[in-house]
Structure formats: C-alpha cells, structure tokens
C-alpha cells in the first residue's frame, strides 16, 4: 500500500531549543504559512517540530516540552489554516522512523561531509571536541531524513539551511543511485528561491552585530527580536541597532550592513518590495527616522501576533497534533520499509 501523497511536499521544521525570533519567522514559518494559505488544495503542507534536534547544543531541558506547545500555537497565530487536511503539524520524536532512516543514512554519509558544514563548524569552534555531541556533528543526516521520508520538493528554509538542504539532495542521489529509486529529491536550492518569490534565502542579521545571523541561541538577546518580546522592549532593541558613520542611507550589505538589515526587516514587517522601500530610504541622512519607523512596524506587528497568539484554541491543536502524528507514521513508515528492503534489512 502506497500512502505517500499523490501532491508535492512543501515541509519545513523550525526547532523548540528556545523562543523564536523575527529570523525564524520571515526565513521559514511565513513562507510555508503563505504557501499553506495559498496552496494547500494543491500541496500537501508538513510544518513539523524537530525536537529530536532541540538538544544538540545545551538546553534546559525541564522546558522543552512547554517550547514545543508554545512553537505549535505560534504557527497558528502566524495564521496556519488547521482545517485543512492537507496541512500536517507533528512532532518529530512521535514518529521513530525519523531517527531510524537517519541511521541508515549516516551509514552512507562520509565524515569529511559533514566536517564540511559550515553551521557546524561555526558551532563548535573553540570548543574542546569531547564538549562538541555527536548530535551537532551529524544532524543533518536527520535533517536529511526529515525531508526524505515524505518525499518533500520543497523546503522553505533561511539561508543558513541551504547547506543541510544541498546535502540532503547528494544523500538522496547517492541512495538512488545505488538501490534505484528509493527518494523523491528536493528541488535545487535555486528553484526551491524561485517557487517561493526570492532572489536568495533570507538572513536576517543580529541588531547589535550585523555581520553575523540573528539567532534564537544568542546568549545576551540584545541583537535578537524575540516573537515573545513585548512590544516596546522590542521598539527599543530597534532603536538601539547599530549602524554606521556614513551617514546616509544605502541598501548595501557590505558598507551598510547594519543600516540594510534594518531596510530588509522594513520591507518584510509592512510587506512591501525591497526595492520600493529602498527607493523610499535611500539618501536619507536621518538614521533616527529610518529605525522610528521599523520600531513602529515592528511593535505593531507583535502586539498582532501576540494578540492572536492568546487566542488560539489549544484543545483544537492537539487534536490536529494527534490526527497528524497518526497520518504522518503512515507515510513515514511507509518511505522507511522501502528502505529497509532497499538495504536487504527486510
Ligand atoms: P532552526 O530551528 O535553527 O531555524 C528554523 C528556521 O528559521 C530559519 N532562520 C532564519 N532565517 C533567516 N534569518 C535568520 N536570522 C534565521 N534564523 C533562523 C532557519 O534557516 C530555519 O529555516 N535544522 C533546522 C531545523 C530542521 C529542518 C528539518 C528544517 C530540522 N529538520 C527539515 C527543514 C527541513 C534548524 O536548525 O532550524
């Protein structure tokens, strides 16, 4: 019996190792939310919680499962459309053959591979190798399967995934290559841009430090917009971003990173194009007004969220939870059996 959707995949995860931010927000749950809204006739919509992959870097791990409800309801107040049958939330760790297709694939997966990550590395530079898990090492082999088992095409995901993705294309290829065809491989990177109207994957950059991501593990959260933070703390942390002495506006990540950070976040909150909000902006000499109004866009926007946010019918959310998790075995179980026959376990 074949229980894979006759519908293309569109699948993201967004993991529960703390509260979300604006990154996690524009880079992966609206696009899968617009495309869920929009499209969920004729895709099937898996917007999942990676919680196996919620503690390879330190958590306190008494709070992962209220993060994982808390996730769940955000992507609800984001506007995830529930009643449709063709939009699935689940938990990872709910359904097994995610850890173990990951498995298999790690037998398949070369070393140097995944010392190649860059999140990886980044990750785990200057620390002592047996403080670095075995988890951080290799879970985009689990990434990799996330995507693999239900045969996604698509995969709305920030730039700083686009690597994990690229390797799970390879993996894919490879297992195909060798035991015929076992995976639906995802689409490039580049088409995967196209399908979901943008030019590259999307960083949204640290406030305080523009030059790297921002990033819901960031110790000091002064950079990081929280989707929890109240309103006028978050105006605050706007109007404290740093910029630079040049003095006028300029889209420009390399001589303004700061200043185009702030012009990307602009666009996205009041969801205009980039290029008009840059035509408006650019020239300006008065950095205060530019950071005025993204601090005023950006409070409305969470007073929105938050407010719907209290509003979401939890009873209705774990009933979803439960009738997908049951679906999602399915189709898991499914993919993995393929598999397991595929490497002469069955
Ligand atoms: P995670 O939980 O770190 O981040 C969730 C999503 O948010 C995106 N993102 C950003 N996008 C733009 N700017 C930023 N500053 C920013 N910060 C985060 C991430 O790119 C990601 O899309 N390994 C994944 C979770 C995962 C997954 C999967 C994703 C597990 N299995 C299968 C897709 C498919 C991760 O750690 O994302």
């Not at 640290?206 to 960031?218: A, E, W």
Request: charged share 25%; glycine share 6%; hydrophobic share 40%.
């Amino acid at each position: 019996m074949l229980f894979r959707s006759s519908k293309q995949v569109i699948l993201t995860g967004i993991r529960a190792n703390n509260d979300l931010t604006i990154g996690n927000y524009f880079g992966a749950i609206l696009p899968m939310i617009d495309m869920a809204k929009k499209h969920s006739k004729d895709y099937q919509i898996n917007l999942f919680i990676p919680d196996l992959h919620s503690f390879t870097t330190p958590i306190d791990h008494s709070k992962l499962q209220e993060q994982i409800m808390h996730n769940l309801r955000l992507f609800v107040a984001a506007g995830l459309p529930l009643d449709s049958p063709n939009v699935h939330i689940y938990r990872q760790s709910y359904v097994p053959a995610h850890s173990e297709l990951a498995w298999i694939l790690d037998c398949f997966t070369g070393v140097g591979e995944m010392n190649r990550m860059t999140q990886f590395k980044d990750k785990s530079k200057g620390l002592n190798d047996d403080r670095v898990s075995m988890g951080l090492f290799n879970y985009p082999v689990l990434m990799a399967a996330d995507i693999l088992l239900y045969g996604a095409s698509y995969v709305p995901v920030g730039d700083d995934q686009s690597q994990h993705l690229e390797f799970t294309r390879d993996i894919a290829i490879r297992m195909n290559e060798k035991f015929g065809d076992l995976f639906t491989v995802p689409e490039p990177v580049k088409k995967q841009h196209e399908f979901f109207g943008k030019d590259q994957g999307l960083r949204i950059k640290d406030l305080q430090n523009p030059l790297k991501k921002m990033s819901k593990s960031d110790e000091s959260g002064k950079g990081v917009v929280f989707l929890g933070d109240e309103p006028e703390k978050a105006a605050k942390k706007i109007m404290a971003a740093a910029t630079d002495s040049l003095g006028k506006v300029k889209f420009d990540w390399v001589k303004q990173p700061g200043i185009t950070n702030l012009l990307q976040i602009y666009a996205l909150l009041v969801e205009k194009p980039q290029a008009e909000i840059n035509a408006r902006w650019e020239g300006e000499t008065k950095y205060g007004e530019l950071k005025k109004a993204v601090a005023d866009a950006m409070a409305g926007f969470l007073q929105g969220l938050q407010a719907r946010y209290e509003a979401v019918d939890m009873s209705a959310v774990l009933e979803k939870l439960n009738k997908s998790e049951a679906e999602m075995n399915k189709v898991a179980n499914n993919t993995l059996e393929l598999v397991q026959k595929a490497v002469g376990l069955r």
